[in-house]
């Protein structure tokens, strides 16, 4: 079984979802720290002007210290509007966005209270889209798994029965390889290319928003880019 974790992102690009194709079971790292100005709660799309952030206000006064599942969305600005809003300006003419415009807006008119609810929501919304099938999700404060660094790692994958641990290629940055393998548990790095699609506006950018991808060349194309799991 191959299990792969990650922080819930706000919109994640392509790479995230990769991870999510070639698992078994995809454990949502809701419980870290929230760090502020990350991907949790914004990501990038592409304008007529080149990458512009599109960022989800949160409460963050006089609550330093949060735990990503314990921040809220600032409902005092109507964000889910602003948002679909930006989508419409910049990829209203993109050949696939009336496909999806309506299950977002489906998503963005509900109240959301929860960052880390919404985006788990949307990532979800956005496997289904990009037909990724039979992947168990997880969050690992239901898993009461402590530990730090490789350790609390090779813990989650023990709790969810894993024996092969998918991770991005940075973790050769910090894990312990030889633990892993003490451990018993297979290593094994994500090995996605960015796919160069059509995109509007000029020179093709990578790394943004998964929905760039979406609207540009539609959810079933995804396809073409995942492995099978072994």
Same mark, same amino acid.
């Given at each position: 079984?191959?299990?792969?974790?990650?922080?819930?992102?706000?919109?994640?690009?392509?790479?995230?979802?990769?991870?999510?194709?070639?698992?078994?079971?995809?454990?949502?790292?809701?419980?870290? !720290?929230? &760090? =502020?100005?990350?991907?949790?709660? +914004?990501?990038?799309?592409?304008?007529?002007? $080149?990458?512009?952030?599109?960022? *989800?206000?949160?409460?963050?006064?006089?609550?330093?210290?949060?735990?990503?599942?314990?921040?809220?969305?600032?409902?005092?600005?109507?964000?889910?509007?602003?948002?679909?809003?930006?989508?419409?300006?910049?990829?209203?003419?993109?050949?696939?966005?009336?496909?999806?415009?309506?299950?977002?807006?489906?998503?963005?008119?509900?109240?959301?209270?929860?960052?880390?609810?919404?985006?788990?929501?949307?990532?979800?919304?956005?496997?289904?889209? !990009?037909? &990724? =099938?039979?992947?168990?999700?997880? +969050?690992?404060?239901?898993?009461?798994?402590? $530990?730090?660094?490789?350790?609390? *790692?090779?813990?989650?994958?023990?709790?969810?029965?894993?024996?092969?641990?998918?991770?991005?290629?940075?973790?050769?940055?910090?894990?312990?390889?030889?633990?892993?393998?003490?451990?018993?548990?297979?290593?094994?790095?994500?090995?996605?290319?960015?796919?160069?699609?059509?995109?509007?506006?000029?020179?093709?950018?990578?790394?943004?928003?998964?929905?760039?991808?979406?609207?540009?060349?539609?959810?079933?194309?995804?396809?073409?880019?995942?492995?099978?799991?072994?």
């Amino acid at each position: 079984m191959i299990v792969s974790i990650h922080q819930p992102n706000y919109l994640p690009w392509l790479g995230y979802f990769y991870k999510i194709a070639n698992s078994d079971v995809f454990v949502i790292q809701d419980n870290l !720290l929230y &760090i =502020k100005k990350s991907f949790i709660n +914004r990501n990038t799309i592409k304008t007529p002007h $080149g990458a512009q952030w599109l960022t *989800l206000n949160v409460l963050s006064k006089g609550r330093s210290g949060q735990l990503i599942n314990e921040v809220e969305i600032d409902n005092s600005i109507q964000w889910g509007k602003i948002h679909l809003k930006t989508m419409e300006a910049n990829y209203g003419k993109a050949s696939y966005f009336q496909e999806y415009r309506d299950q977002f807006e489906s998503i963005y008119q509900e109240k959301w209270e929860s960052l880390a609810d919404l985006n788990e929501t949307l990532v979800k919304l956005v496997c289904e889209m !990009l037909c &990724i =099938k039979n992947v168990k999700f997880v +969050r690992t404060s239901e898993l009461g798994v402590d $530990g730090k660094s490789t350790n609390l *790692l090779i813990n989650i994958c023990k709790a969810v029965g894993a024996d092969t641990y998918l991770s991005g290629i940075g973790g050769k940055k910090y894990m312990d390889e030889e633990l892993f393998e003490k451990e018993g548990i297979k290593l094994k790095y994500s090995e996605f290319q960015h796919p160069v699609y059509n995109q509007l506006f000029g020179d093709f950018v990578p790394n943004l928003s998964v929905i760039d991808f979406i609207f540009n060349e539609g959810g079933s194309n995804f396809s073409n880019f995942k492995d099978n799991k072994e």
